[in-house]
Each structure stands twice: as structure tokens, then as C-alpha cells.
């Protein structure tokens, strides 16, 4: 391979993570749970840098509502998984294992479930009426699902060798997240490569992860393509484990170009390596007919608003088509009101690259779609063999689809549309109203069963189990090198569980007060990671301080802040 870098940087930080291998498997299970508390201080108290730098790459102004989503799924998120590991490590610690105390639950198909969200009783005053289970694969038991939660912590002195950890450019969380999932889950030291993009965040990873770089456990390393070829090809590299598009992961396995294609096609991957992957797709948002009011259809188009819009659409798990029936009779009240929440959303800079070309790429497949502020909105999809189902675009691009039916009829096919018509199986998206749920019973139940997805949110956006740290993060089950959709592999699952299928999370179908006037008993306000949020930035910030020190009067000024949001 030529290169037009120094080999040797990536050459010696093998080599002292080869070194350092030795060293975290002599590493006891209380000094690797101290570690992660250490990292959890250090994340407290670089909070306001690495915001700062996350507002610097994304050219947002610090005071910005939208600066509230660098807090939440920047530091917030990384708190709450370390804190998280760092309990499960601690029940490893005393020799019981990380589900002691926790009771399952069951899903449709004899699954067992595994409750993720609320897990304290902060959760149940934060994110009350919301969700979160974990569901284990079929013919998994309760009983075996509490003897293998540790996983590779079972027998930390058998380590994996070295992990690349090709990092994203969009989530800032992302990088680090997946580097404490190699360390933990799957054992293994870490070479993590930053997407350049997130250059400017050196500093701040690599303060945050001191403790683990002085022993040698982690290096944290810069460059491009070429870098990341060189590094993942490396004879030093055990394991690859990448976050991006299916087009760089095939690039990866198979090689670039016409030869890579070439190998894909015989079936012999250029990577003599194992790698797992968390990919984007086409995520659905099925929207279930039913007798909504004014104010539930627009508080529902600003929630699918959020579902696109979030990061500027640069999201892996952004929805990208709209699901409605056809013959629902409030089908156009709702179209208006999510054209007027696509157009009011806060405007924000094109940050990622490409964004420009792919918006382009849409409008001339799709003419006239053209909305505020650059976004893309394409009503009356064709149901099948149209770019907008295919085509991961990453950018604030939106689709609409509709299907015939109202009630079980129209949930099905729909159900049957995501699994067949649309790319990738990172998550999916159901809203209905409470009535409605009510009356579909089992049927709901089976359609979420049914849907072939990582995360299945129902009335809450698939984002909010990223954001859960005992929830599992990744693909559906069963994807293939050949046809790797959204990926292989889970993330995060900080229970550290085994024979995961998915996770499921449920939210309440309006924000308080509101829901508490229409007998929906839950207190939570508009949620801070909407688009629409006023004080997104404010509640964001307050509540990744609460993460950090876990100060129970700061609970008043984060419910002021929300409620105000």
C-alpha cells in the first residue's frame, strides 16, 4: 500500500498497545471499574470543552438552542455509559452478575426482556413515561441471560488483542462510546481513529481517557483514509469495528473500486480480520391513522420534524420516510403541519461534507421538493423502485409515503413496506394515539415483533435508546459482509448482555401538562432534544451536570429549564 504519511505513528501505537495488552489483562476487575469512574470525572470535568469543540466543528454559536444537543449526546450520553459500566463492573466485582436484582420481563414469541429504561428513580423523574427492554434473542431464558451478562468480563485475563475503532463524524459520543465497548465487552486495547472532522476534539478524548492511555489500554490517533486503510490492514490489528455508511464498509472489507467490487462478487474479502459495524439506512416513521386534535398533530409533525432534523439530519438513525395512511381523514391537517415544522426548525450550517451534493442528488431525482433552509420534503413516494427508499442520504431529506388502510390493515402493510422496500435495519419509528393503541392490542404488539429493526421506538424516536445506556445500539440480527445493511453487532448494552435481538422503547403520545389533562399520567414536558425546543441548550447543559456530580438539587433547575423548553 503507498502512503503519503509517517507509518511509524500508527506503527508505535500498536506496538505500545501490543505492550499494553499485557497489562490490562493483569488489570482486576475493581481497578477496571475505578477506571471508568475515573473517565467518568474527567468526561464532568471537560464537559465545557469538548462543547465547545463540538460547536466549533458543527459552526454553531454557543448560546444556540441546538448547542442543547452537543450536551445531551455528547458528554450527557458518555456520563451516563460509564456510570453505567461501571455498575455492572461493580456486580461482576462482588461475583454476581450485572442482571442481580433486575426483573425481566417478556416480549411477544416467549422473548425475554430485559428492562433498560427507567433502571433509578432519577430515570423516573427525568424521563417519566418513557421506556426502554432490551430483547433477547428467541429460546434465550432468564436464567441463562443472568449467567453470561459480563461478557468478556467474565474472564478478564483473556484478552481479545487490539480493536480499531474507526470513529463517526457526526455523534460525538460515538468514538468514545465504542472504544469503552471494545474495552469492556469484548476485552480488547483500542486504537481509536477520529474521523477528521472531529479533529478539534482531540484534546478532550484524550484528557478524558489519561487514565487508560497510561496504561497502555488506549491510543487515539488522527488522519484520513488512508490512515484508517493502513491501520485496519495492520498484522498488529485483531478486530475492526467501524461507524459510517455501508459504501466505506464494503470499501473496507472488499477493497475500493471495480477490484473490490470484483472480490464482493467471489466472496473474498481484502480484510483478514473480523469486523462488526454500525451502519445507517432508510428509517421508517409509520404514523397510525386515528382521531388526533389540533394540538396532537402539531406536537407529532415537530416529533417527525426531530426525527430528521436532528444534527441537520446527520444521523444514522434520522427517519428518512414517512409512513401514512391514505385514507386517513386528518392526512392533510398533518402534511400542513409538517411542512410548517420542517420549515420553522432552527436553520443550521451544512456542516458535514457532501451534504450540498446529496441535498442536489435529491432534487433533481425528485423536482419541486425544495423546502426552507436547503431541507428536502418529497411527497407521494412511489411505494418501491425510487431512489428516496434506497439511498441513505444523510442530510435534511424527507420522504412521504402512503399506504392504503386505517387500523391493523394499514399497520401491517406498512410493517410489510419497512421490511421489504426500505434499506437497512438500524430503527424504526411508530406513532399512534393512546385510543388506538388500545384498540390494536396483540396486533401492535405482533407489528413490532414483526419489524425487522435494532430499535423499534412507539411514540418516542429510536434516538432516545442511543441515549440509554443499558439499551443495546445496532443492526438487526443476521445481516452478512455481502449484505451488510445496517451492520453487524451491538454497542453501548451497558448490562454487557449476550444474545441481544433489540431494543424496544415507548414514550407518551403528548408532553405534560397536556397528557395529564387527556389521561395520559406522565410529567414529562416537550423533550429537550426536540428541534423545536427553546431551551434545549439550557436543559441539556443542566442535565449533563446532574449526570456528572448526581446532586439532587439541581433537579429544580433542570425541571424549570424543561418545562420552559
Known amino acids: 500500500m503507498s502512503t503519503t504519511f509517517d507509518t511509524a505513528v500508527i506503527d508505535n501505537a500498536l506496538a505500545d498497545l501490543t505492550q499494553g495488552e499485557k497489562t490490562w489483562a493483569a488489570t482486576d476487575l475493581r481497578r477496571r471499574r475505578e477506571l471508568l469512574e475515573e473517565l467518568h470525572a474527567l468526561t464532568a470535568r471537560n464537559a465545557e470543552a469538548w462543547v465547545a469543540a463540538a460547536c466549533t466543528i458543527k459552526q454553531l454559536p454557543a448560546d444556540s438552542p441546538l448547542a442543547g444537543e452537543e450536551w445531551m449526546s455528547g458528554p450527557m450520553t458518555m456520563l451516563g455509559g460509564a456510570q453505567a459500566l461501571a455498575e455492572s463492573m461493580a456486580a461482576l466485582e462482588r461475583g454476581a452478575s450485572p442482571l442481580d436484582g433486575v426483573e425481566f420481563g417478556t416480549a411477544p414469541g416467549g422473548r425475554v426482556s430485559v428492562p433498560a429504561l427507567p433502571h433509578s428513580g432519577y430515570d423516573r423523574l427525568l424521563l417519566n413515561g418513557f421506556s426502554a427492554d432490551v430483547w433477547l434473542r428467541p429460546g434465550v431464558d432468564a436464567a441463562t441471560a443472568r449467567r453470561k451478562a459480563g461478557l468478556a468480563q467474565l474472564d478478564p485475563a483473556a484478552t481479545g488483542g487490539v480493536g480499531a475503532v474507526l470513529g463517526a463524524g457526526n455523534i460525538m459520543s460515538i468514538a468514545p462510546l465504542d472504544t469503552l465497548y471494545e474495552l469492556y465487552a469484548n476485552n480488547r486495547v483500542v486504537a481509536l481513529k477520529l474521523n477528521p472532522i472531529t479533529d478539534p476534539l482531540l484534546p478532550v478524548f484524550q484528557a478524558i481517557f489519561a487514565p487508560f492511555i497510561a496504561i497502555g489500554a488506549v491510543r487515539i490517533l488522527t488522519g484520513g483514509a ?53 451502519l445507517g439506512g432508510v428509517a421508517p416513521c ?16 415537530e416529533h417527525v420534524a426531530t426525527q430528521r432534523l436532528h444534527n441537520g439530519g446527520y444521523n444514522c438513525v434520522a427517519a428518512q420516510t414517512v409512513v401514512l395512511s391514505a385514507d386517513w381523514p386528518l392526512k392533510e391537517q398533518f402534511l400542513t403541519e409538517l411542512r410548517s415544522a ?165 414514550g407518551p403520545f403528548r408532553p405534560a401538562p397536556r397528557s395529564i389533562l387527556r389521561g395520559e399520567f406522565t410529567t414529562t414536558p416537550k423533550p429537550p432534544w426536540f428541534v423545536s425546543n427553546k431551551t434545549g441548550t439550557a436543559t441539556g447543559r443542566k442535565l449533563t451536570e446532574f449526570y456528572g456530580d448526581g446532586k439532587p438539587t439541581r433537579l429544580l433547575g433542570i425541571f424549570a429549564s424543561a418545562l420552559r423548553g
Open 286 to 301: 409509520i404514523v397510525v391513522p386515528g382521531d388526533w386534535t389540533a394540538a396532537d398533530l402539531k406536537f407529532q409533525a
Open 226 to 278: 488512508p490512515e484508517g486503510g493502513y491501520l485496519v490492514n495492520h498484522p498488529q490489528v485483531a478486530h475492526v469495528h467501524m461507524t459510517g455508511g455501508a459504501p466505506t464498509h464494503d470499501a473496507i472489507v472488499w477493497g475500493p473500486g471495480e477490484q473490490g467490487a470484483q472480490r464482493k462478487q467471489t466472496g473474498e474479502p481484502a480484510l483478514d480480520k473480523p469486523i462488526t459495524s454500525e
Open 342 to 506: 420542517i420549515d420553522n426548525a432552527p436553520s443550521r450550517p451544512a456542516y458535514y461534507p457532501g451534504s450540498g451534493g446529496r441535498v442536489e442528488g435529491a432534487l433533481a431525482d425528485y423536482p419541486g421538493s425544495e423546502r426552507a433552509n436547503g431541507r428536502v420534503l418529497v411527497e407521494n413516494l412511489p411505494t418501491s423502485d425510487t431512489p428516496l427508499l434506497r439511498t441513505e442520504y444523510f442530510s435534511p431529506v424527507l420522504g412521504v409515503v402512503e399506504l392504503a388502510g386505517t387500523g391493523d390493515e394499514f399497520l401491517r402493510n406498512a410493517v410489510d413496506f419497512a421490511n421489504e422496500e426500505l434499506m437497512g435495519t438500524l430503527g424504526a419509528n411508530i406513532i399512534a394515539h393512546p385510543a388506538t393503541i388500545k384498540e390494536l392490542g396483540d396486533k401492535l404488539d405482533s407489528a413490532i415483533e414483526d419489524l425487522r429493526y435494532g430499535t423499534v421506538a412507539l411514540n418516542s424516536w429510536t434516538g432516545l435508546a442511543f441515549l440509554t445506556p443499558r439499551a443495546s445500539w445496532g443492526a438487526f440480527p443476521g445481516h452478512t459482509l455481502d449484505d451488510i445493511q445496517s451492520g453487524i453487532g451491538v454497542v453501548h448494552n451497558a448490562f454487557l448482555l449476550d444474545d441481544v435481538e433489540r431494543t424496544v422503547v415507548r
